[in-house]
């Protein structure tokens, strides 16, 4: 009987072209593979941030103050809570503060949440702690980032302005006006404006500053000054008036005497009277002019 021959196994080829050929969509996930692994990479690391906030919670309660254990699992707390902060933080982006200083100010925030979270009241840290970083924020645009001073209720009012424009905006498809919030929030359209005028007075700008863009010389050197001279317009304007009214001769007498700076004596001389007859001109004409003088009347 003939021998049978074992099968040959089939050669290998090194040219890669000759591999079996794979899509590239086999090859490579898609966007939408990537956003969902990213999803779930973030819900994974925030679950893990949960477990481990529990965890040393449970150790922290047990600790006593001012101990260095203590002060470890404090400063774990600190550590795995930061992206909460980083959170809470990036909601004020539009303020113009360095996110840096807004961070570590809720940082602050997420210590004082540390120091007073009770886990044994069946909340969880993150629900209990961002009322409290949000608000050392806020706190802080109020009371260090205005330079210029706002009425503590004309800055809750605008916060609440700012809502309802949001709201109305979604609802109308467009910005609502100053008598559309009003009649939303319930008050007078001057304290809606008054509100959207302290919103925007966060820093004082430098008169000297400047123009941004349009090339302008700074506001100081465009405003307006109060000319000394300006009084002097009235009180020549009721001298003009109140002169006509006088004898042709006693006008040239004051002239004289207020504007050539001559004494009695050099006026009667100039016009060929007696210095006592000068006089009682001067005395007459000061009394015509009082009793005409409509703004001492």
Known sequence: ????TAPEAPLRSDNPTDEPHRTDDAAEPGDGDLAGAAARS????????????????????????????????????????????????A???????????????????????????????????????????????????RDNVRTVHVPRRLHELWVQVNGATEDLTVLHGR???????????????????????????????????????DGLPGLLDRLGYEDPALAGVEHRDLVRHLLVQLPEREQRILLLRYYSN?????????????????????????????SANRIEA
């Open 42 to 89: 973030r819900e994974s690391r925030g679950a893990d941030a949960r477990a481990l906030t529990q965890v040393l919670f449970k150790e922290f309660a047990a600790l006593e103050p001012g101990t260095p254990e203590h002060a470890r699992v404090r400063a774990a707390l600190i550590e795995a809570n930061l992206p909460l902060v980083r959170y809470a933080a």
């Open 262 to 290: 001559l004494t009695q004596s050099q006026i009667s001389a100039e016009l060929g009277v007696s210095q006592m007859h000068v006089s009682r001109l001067l005395s007459r004409s000061f009394a015509r002019l009082r």
């Open 1 to 4: 009987m003939p021998a049978r």
């Open 175 to 213: 910005s609502p006006t100053t008598a559309e919030i009003a009649e939303r929030l319930k008050i007078a359209e001057d304290e809606v404006l008054a509100c959207i005028e302290a919103g925007r007075s966060y820093h004082a700008t430098s008169l000297e500053a400047a123009q941004e863009g």
């Open 91 to 141: 909601r004020f982006r539009s303020r113009n503060e360095p996110m840096e200083d807004v961070v570590q100010v809720g940082t602050i925030g997420l210590i004082n949440a540390i120091d007073r979270f009770d886990p044994d009241r069946g909340v969880q840290f993150p629900t209990f702690a961002m009322p409290t970083v949000v608000g050392e924020i806020k706190r802080y645009f």
